[in-house]
């Protein structure tokens, strides 16, 4: 059976399948009633998404790192921009889930540095349930509007990285989860579910620099967030659907799909510093000009 998994898996990957895919998925499209120009317009949400996606499964971070400054540009509602990236994230983040997961499976399973790897995403996965739901049950409301609240955790999450890459000395990495990482985890998953029902993202991003900041591996770190944020996305999605601007997603889903896939392959032709500042430098220049 994990060899017939294996080889199915190998054959989504292959780039002939992908061509095949984008054919049959420009075909579904032209015979769709939307003009030329509406599609030209349109397809550049398939550019967003394969981007939003390739950088949220290559980091650790939801995709509405990239998609609530653009949907801010587009006038979308607060509730339709996040409602929409929750969407978009069920197709970019659980594609990306489910390869990390397969290449834990099949490549590191038996490794001391991803012997905590379930553990985290059990743990983090059932605590950011709970925050999204009860956020959304009891309506708490964020404490500013979408635009500023973004804006100003993209800043502070940034600046926290680039200070951490500089100021941290290296150090060996850890495989032994503690009593502390549990409790930390579970309430990081409590408050970034939180913020993730406000901004569409949060529980990824704070679990990949907690994770980061105790020396675990950076692989294994980017692998369980982007696995925690694809089931909390799924969950809020459950609750936001009917805000959803679905035309957006039929365009920029099937993207996130192709982006969530290849993602892992970037991860491993980058070091930890480069995927660090990479990821620090996106969210600079998203917040500073959100603020600006």
Not at 33 to 39: A, G, I, K, M, V
Not at 109 to 126: A, C, E, H, M, N
Request: with cysteine; aromatic share 14%; charged share 10%.
């Amino acid at each position: 059976m994990a060899k017939l998994t294996k080889q199915a898996f190998m054959r989504l990957s292959n780039p002939k399948f992908i061509m095949l895919f984008l054919i049959f998925w420009l075909g579904l499209l032209l015979s769709s009633n939307h003009t030329l120009s509406e599609l030209a317009d349109y397809i550049l949400f398939t550019f967003l998404g394969t981007l939003g996606a390739i950088f949220a499964n290559s980091t650790g971070a939801g995709g509405g790192v990239v998609f609530i400054p653009m949907f801010t540009q587009l006038n979308f509602t607060e509730q339709q921009s996040i409602s929409t990236s929750f969407a978009i994230q069920c197709f970019g983040m659980t594609a990306g889930g489910v390869t990390w997961w397969h290449h834990y499976k099949t490549e590191k399973t038996d490794l001391r540095l991803w012997q905590g790897f379930k553990r985290i995403i059990g743990v983090t996965t059932i605590a950011s349930m709970i925050g999204l739901s009860i956020t959304y049950f009891y309506q708490i409301n964020s404490p500013a509007a979408l635009h500023t609240s973004f804006s100003w955790f993209s800043l502070l999450l940034g600046f926290f990285i680039i200070l951490t890459v500089y100021l941290l000395q290296p150090h060996r990495e850890r495989s032994q989860l503690y009593y502390l990482d549990y409790i930390a985890l579970v309430l990081i998953g409590l408050f970034g579910g939180a913020i993730t029902a406000w901004l569409s993202v949060g529980v990824g991003e704070l679990l990949v620099i907690y994770l980061l900041l105790r020396h675990f591996d950076i692989s294994m770190a980017v692998a369980a967030a982007v696995i925690v944020s694809a089931i909390t996305v799924w969950t809020a999605i459950a609750q936001v659907s009917n805000e959803v601007y679905w035309q957006v997603v039929l365009f920029a889903g099937p993207g996130a799909v192709l982006g969530g896939i290849f993602a892992k392959t970037l991860v491993a032709h980058l070091s930890a510093t480069k995927l660090k500042l990479f990821f620090a430098c996106w969210l600079l220049l998203s917040g500073g000009v959100g603020i600006i």
